[in-house]
Every structure is written in structure tokens, then in C-alpha cells.
């Protein structure tokens, strides 16, 4: 079995009876190791569709815990646990909980450095009150408004309230929770979450080819989400500037927000605001200032470094490229493809009204730029099979964009496998402009195949 | 890609039942089993089914039974509609797999499990009705519809399922309206098995209810039985456990008296 990938968060979902003898066949040594290998904060087993399990069952996922966390540093545990099983689960472990239990996925989501909703407000209650504490510290870090029961009565008198809250947790344990530097996308903006003290290690945590391509796919804004961030030293200093100026040849811009400077050196922040580091106080400054957002996520097509040109290796894996999307979105419409056009040139793009599009890179055995321009049309037949329903809502269309270029993405992706090309994959930026788009292409060579699913015209370009 | 067109092909491909089973399941009716065992004679693949089948150890037969006479009157009357009706179903899986990890030993396993428990569950329940101790049998062709179905789309389905919690049955009912559920029932019409079948299997997919309260119930038994089954290790591994929606509150309520005849604890 597969994790489900969503919003930073991998959640494997069995059904039914989970015992000494099945469990070992949910999760199968490729896949533990397939997991070790995500990008994601929260790695969770869903119990809500097991309607029982025993010590031995649950052991199977704890030992995948285990080893997931020694290599991933991601936060794991089990969710969607009612009381019956929380209590269970309790009983079966006692003192020696080495994973977290969350009520709901949206609980555990609440704790995960990816969380890309505004704050909420949290009545939360915990028998164990050290428990209660560190719970509250993490969410008041992630940056919600925890508001602690300090006992049953108390949680019980509150919670007839429940109007005044948007969550209530109780029967949730929190353990140790992850180390990774989380990443998230809000809007055109990549979130960065660290946390303590940073020193070297952000040299290991910190994913620079990931950072680099997304620069290349167009991303030009990126926001350390440093709230929990108590101090760093000269080494991560160095670091944050090394990768301002790196980033500045890209015109992108690198903002902190929440870092308190009660325990770092004035010069540091002098340091840093010469690199070209911005500060605010707090996410809403830049996410809900939407004039500020576009200005500092604006694209300067004169700012396009890398010019690099397609190669005979990428060439000759073209067709699995078109295979993967064709077949992909051949399947989510439900409607058939026609190859109209190929050219090689720079992108041409005829008619823009009516039209989205996303951009997502790829990078290893090798690297490039794959870019999708669809009529709203064909996203919005894509959501009615991903959300069961129809939408206009131009945000939601972009965020199934998004979900569907992933799938593309990650089917390119298998079948370069199969040719022993391993690649990984940024995550996908959507334009809801076109002309944003052009600037991040601006003179770059590539291949443009032109398609009609139906009555849709439908374009595809890959470039480096 | 796949379209109603695709259900459509799928059930026009159905055999006709073969002369040799309808005069089988005729005389069955009739309440003649000395006679249906003379007619099933003749079908040499049934007899070879039948032997495989009832050898199984989930049957608990102390010694090895060979000759249909011999198998029919060890069944009884009930049972052996049942029985024919899963070799019914066996005539449509497929000689190879390509979505599932089966194979045709796995899938009589999973057969001769589901008819073995469903019948503890009816003793259980005292339901002493031969069409739904039958009616059982169709719930596997709901895997034998999505193999049909789905096994173009392997590796699109697979990528989907990665990033969407979506099961094989929501995906096909979004794409054309229909469901396995639905085929199924088109299978049972054109073999001609009773409305009570057709009514219980729907009713079995947990979220589409039956105006009779009695199959309601039924129905939960065979959605917890088909839940129970895939969590064995065998239908974990042939990727069986997921590919329909396990609808946990629909069950909640017999929960207990399942585990007490199955033994769980």
C-alpha cells in the first residue's frame, strides 16, 4: 500500500481488520522505503476505516514509524482514532508511546509545518498536563490560538460553547514532533518552517536543489515561516545570505517572518537585510496584503539566469513526457487527445483568454521545465472526478490544477524510472495570468506539442 | 480513459448462462437434486470446479470428494445453487490479471471463503433461503468489473490514487455514472438470478440502501463479511483490500455479533 501525498502530509488508509498476520501486508518493505524517501512533515496510518485491530496489527505500522522517522525526521502517528480506539491504543502502549495520536486528519494537519490555512482557534484538553502544555506551544508556534482546558469539568463547561472554537482536540497525544525544514505553497509563495536554533545542520535540513528549481519553475518568492526559530548562529547566517545572493540573481525575493531578535546579534539582522532579507512580524503582512504579494512574487523576465537548452537525453525521453500527460488527463476529462502540432521554439501561446496554467520542474538524472496551458474547461472536468462536483471557483480550479499536474508529474516521473532515470519533482506553480507565465520563458527554447482533448485546445512545452 | 461505453461492452461480452447450467439450476429449483447432479455431469470444466471447490480447506472435509452425486448431496439443495452460481461468476474472470494481483486459485479462495462464512452468518441469523444464501456469490464479480475496467488504466488510476483518497468505485461512478454494484446487477439480470439478489448485492455496497429492511440488514453482514475477507493477508497482498469504500458506520452495529461467529478476538 501507498501513502496518499497531500499538502505535505502522507497518510496510508487501510480498511477492515488489522492483525499480527495482515498487517505485515498493508505496508511492504518497498513501501517503507518508498515512504523514507517523501518530502513531507507528517507521515500518518488512518484508522478510520478499521473496524478492529490488535497489539500485533498496530506493531507493523509502529516499526514503520521506527524507521520512517529515523531517516525522514518527519512527525508520525496514527489519526482518525475515536475514543474507543485512543483509549485502546493507550492501554496497548501505556508509557511508551513513541508516536503521536490524532483524532481527525484535521487535528493532526493543525500540527504540521505545512498547514497552509489561517490560524485557527483551538480549545484543547489533555488529561496529562505536560502533555496539554507542549500541545499548545506547537500550535501557538504554528501560529493558531490554543485555549487550554485546564481540567475535564473545565473542558466539558467549555465545550458546550463549541460555537465560540473553529477545533477541539482531546484524545490527542503529541510526540516528539518533526525536524524537517517543512515546505508549503501559499498562493505563489514557498513557505519555509524552521525551528530552535539553527546552526550548520541547516546545510543537511534544508533542501537547496529543491530551492534552486523552484526558482528556475518560476517561484520568486520565498517566506521563512520562523516563528519557533529561538536563536542561530554565525553558520546560519552565512547560510541564509549565501542563499539571498543566490537567489537575487533570480530577482527572487527571501522574507523571515515572526523572528524575534531577543537573543540574535543586532549585526545579524544588519547582515541579513543587506543580503536582501525583508522582515514582518507576521504571515498575514505578506499572504493577505495581495498588492504586496504580487509585487514581491512578480516575475522580471530579465531576471531568467538559466539558459540552458534541451538536450539529446531529455529529447529522446519526450514521448514517456506526452505519454504520462496525455494518457493522465485523457482519463481524469474522459475525453480523447489529438496531436495537432509539434514544434521546437520558444512558447507560443495563440489565444490566452479563458486559459490557466502551471509550471512544475524536475531535476536528477535529468532536469528541465514542463509546463502545462489548459483551457479552465478541461481543469474544471478534472475536479468534477477529484471533488465530485463542479466549481467556478477560480481558486479551487487552480488548486486542482495543481493536484493534476502533480499526477502527470508523478507518472513522468515512473515511467523515467523504468528507463533508470530517477528524477524528483518541485512543487507546481499555477498561473492564473498568462503573461506570468511568458516571463519565466521568455526567449527560452523548447518543445511545444499543441493538442485538442474534444473541442479543447491544450499545450504543452518542455524546456530546461 | 474509460466511458460508459466500456460497461455497455462489458455487459453485451456476458455469456449467456450454458443450457447445461440452466437445466442444472431448473432442476434445483425443483428441488431435484439427484437429477441436477445427472445434468451437471455432462459439464466437464463444472465437475472440475466443483471438486476444486468443496477440497478446499475452508470447507473441512475430513476426506477428498470426487464425484458430483457425491458433492451435491454433501452440499445439500442450498448450498449447491450457491455453488453453481459461483462457477457461474468463475466463467467471467479473466485468464489473466493485470490491476489485481490474482490469479484463479486466489479468486475461488476468496469464493469459497465468502460462501463459507456467509453461510455461518445465515445459521447465525436462522435465514434458511436458498437465493440468499446465493446471493453472495455476486460480490466477487464486483472484482472481476474493475479488472475489466480499470486494467487499461493501471498506472493512471495508481497516480491518481496517490495524491486523491478515491476508491476504484467512486472513480468509475464519476466517469460514467454507473458503479460496480450496477454491472453487477446487470450480470444477475442476464442470468436471470432472482430480484433478491439483485436488491441484496446493491444494497451491499453500503451506500445505496434497499426499501426492505430485512436486506438492509443483510446487507451490512455481507459488507462486513466482504471487509473481514479482504483483510487476510492473501487479498491484502493481490491489492484487493481498498479498491471499494469500507463504509465502517454502516456495520457498526452487528459488529460485535460478526465477531462472535467469527471467532475474533
Redesign the interface.
Known amino acids: ?6 499538502d505535505g502530509i502522507a ?1 496510508f ?6 492483525d499480527g ?2 498487517s ?3 505496508i511492504s518493505l518497498n513501501d517503507i522505503e518508498a515512504t523514507k524517501k517523501l518530502d513531507v512533515s507528517l507521515i500518518l496510518v488512518s484508522l ?5 485491530f ?1 497489539r500485533n496489527g498496530l506493531d507493523t505500522f509502529i516499526k514503520m514509524f521506527y524507521d520512517v522517522s529515523l531517516v525522514n525526521k518527519a512527525t508520525v502517528g496514527f489519526c482518525d482514532c475515536n475514543d474507543k480506539k485512543y483509549d485502546t491504543i493507550i492501554k496497548f502502549y501505556k508509557n511508551n508511546l513513541t508516536f503521536s495520536l490524532f483524532n481527525s486528519l484535521e487535528t493532526a494537519s493543525l500540527f504540521s509545518s505545512n498547514y497552509k490555512d489561517e490560524g485557527k482557534t483551538i480549545l484543547l484538553y489533555s488529561e496529562d498536563k505536560s502533555q496539554r502544555t507542549a500541545m499548545a506551544i506547537e500550535l501557538h508556534d504554528f501560529g493558531h490560538n490554543p485555549i487550554i482546558a485546564q481540567s475535564e469539568k473545565e473542558f466539558l463547561e467549555k465545550k458546550k460553547k463549541e460555537q465560540l472554537y473553529d477545533v477541539i482536540i482531546e484524545k490527542t497525544f503529541l510526540s516528539q514532533v518533526g525536524e524537517k525544514v517543512g515546505t508549503r505553497v501559499s498562493g505563489n509563495a514557498i513557505i519555509y518552517t524552521i525551528s530552535s536554533f539553527l546552526d550548520s545542520s541547516l546545510g543537511t535540513t534544508f533542501n537547496l536543489k529543491y530551492h534552486n528549481n523552484s526558482l528556475n519553475v518560476g517561484f520568486r518568492l520565498f517566506i521563512f515561516d520562523a516563528y519557533k526559530v529561538s536563536a542561530m548562529n554565525i553558520h546560519a547566517l552565512t547560510f541564509f545570505a549565501k542563499l539571498a545572493s543566490a537567489s537575487a540573481e533570480y530577482n527572487a525575493t527571501i522574507c523571515f517572518v515572526g523572528l524575534m531578535f531577543d537573543k540574535i546579534p543586532p549585526k545579524f539582522k544588519e547582515t541579513l537585510e543587506d543580503a536582501g532579507i525583508m522582515f514582518y512580524n507576521d504571515m498575514d503582512d505578506i499572504l493577505q496584503n495581495k498588492k504586496l504579494l504580487s509585487e514581491l512574487s512578480k516575475i522580471d523576465a530579465t531576471s531568467i539566469k538559466n539558459k540552458k537548452s534541451l538536450n539529446k537525453k531529455i529529447i529522446t525521453e519526450l514521448p514517456n513526457f506526452i505519454d504520462a500527460t496525455v ?2 488527463i ?3 476529462t ?3 487527445a489529438i496531436k495537432e502540432s509539434m514544434n521546437m521554439n520558444t512558447l507560443v501561446i495563440d489565444e490566452k483568454e479563458g486559459k490557466i496554467a502551471s509550471s512544475i520542474g524536475f531535476y536528477g538524472g535529468i532536469d528541465g521545465i514542463v509546463i502545462f496551458v489548459f483551457p479552465q474547461e478541461i481543469a474544471k472536468k478534472a475536479c ?3 471533488l ?1 462536483e463542479e466549481t467556478d471557483d477560480v481558486y479551487m480550479i487552480l488548486d486542482t490544477l495543481a ?1 493534476l499536474v ?3 508529474a ?2 513522468i516521473k ?1 515511467l523515467l524510472t523504468a528507463h533508470n532515470i530517477n528524477i524528483n519533482i518541485t512543487l507546481p506553480r499555477t498561473y492564473s495570468n498568462i503573461d506570468d507565465l511568458l516571463d519565466i520563458v521568455t526567449n527560452k527554447k523548447g518543445v511545444q506539442v499543441d493538442l485538442a482533448f474534444d473541442n479543447d485546445k491544450f499545450l504543452f512545452f518542455l524546456t530546461r | 480513459m474509460i466511458e460508459k461505453n466500456d460497461i455497455d461492452l462489458f455487459i453485451e461480452r456476458i455469456p449467456p448462462t450454458p443450457k447445461v447450467l440452466i437445466d442444472t439450476l431448473r432442476l434445483l429449483n425443483d428441488g431435484e437434486l439427484a437429477l441436477a447432479a445427472v445434468s451437471a455431469k455432462s459439464d466437464l470444466a463444472l465437475h472440475a470446479y466443483l471438486k476444486n471447490l468443496v477440497n478446499k480447506p475452508i470447507y473441512g472435509l475430513k476426506n477428498s470428494v470426487n464425484n458430483i452425486p457425491q458433492i451435491f448431496g454433501l452440499l445439500g439443495l442450498d448450498a449447491t445453487q450457491q455453488t453453481i452460481y459461483n462457477y457461474m461468476i468463475n466463467l467471467l474472470s479473466p485468464k489473466e490479471w493485470c490491476f489485481f494481483k490474482l490469479d484463479i486459485y486466489i479468486f475461488n479462495n476468496l469464493q469459497a471463503e465468502l460462501s463459507a462464512n456467509w453461510k455461518k452468518i445465515l445459521l447465525f441469523l436462522k435465514i434458511k433461503d436458498k437465493n440468499i444464501e446465493s446471493a453472495i456469490t455476486l460480490l466477487p464479480a464486483t472484482i472481476i468489473v474493475a479488472e475489466a475496467i480499470f486494467k487499461e488504466n493501471l498506472e493512471n488510476i495508481n497516480a491518481i490514487r496517490t495524491v486523491q483518497d478515491i476508491d476504484l468505485n467512486t472513480i468509475l461512478k464519476r466517469l460514467t455514472g454507473f458503479d460496480f454494484f450496477d454491472v453487477c446487477e446487470q450480470i444477475a439480470i442476464r442470468w436471470e438470478m432472482p430480484y433478491i439478489i439483485r436488491d441484496l448485492i446493491q444494497s451491499s455496497s453500503g451506500i445505496k440502501p434497499s426499501k426492505d429492511k430485512m436486506i438492509n440488514t443483510l446487507a451490512k453482514w455481507m459488507h462486513l463479511l466482504l471487509f473481514y475477507t479482504l483483510s487476510k493477508d492473501i487479498f491484502i497482498k493481490a491489492q484487493l483490500n481498498d479498491f471499494i469504500s469500507f463504509e465502517i458506520d454502516f456495520v457498526m452495529d452487528i459488529f460485535n455479533d460478526f465477531s462472535t461467529i467469527m471467532e475474533i478476538e
Open positions: 500500500m501507498r501513502a496518499i501525498i497531500k497518510i488508509k487501510p480498511q477492515g481488520f488489522l498476520n495482515s505485515d501486508y498493508f478510520e476505516k478499521v473496524i478492529f490488535n494518457s493522465t485523457e482519463m481524469m474522459n475525453s480523447k468534477e472526478l477529484l465530485g493536484e502533480n499526477i502527470v508523478g507518472k515512473m
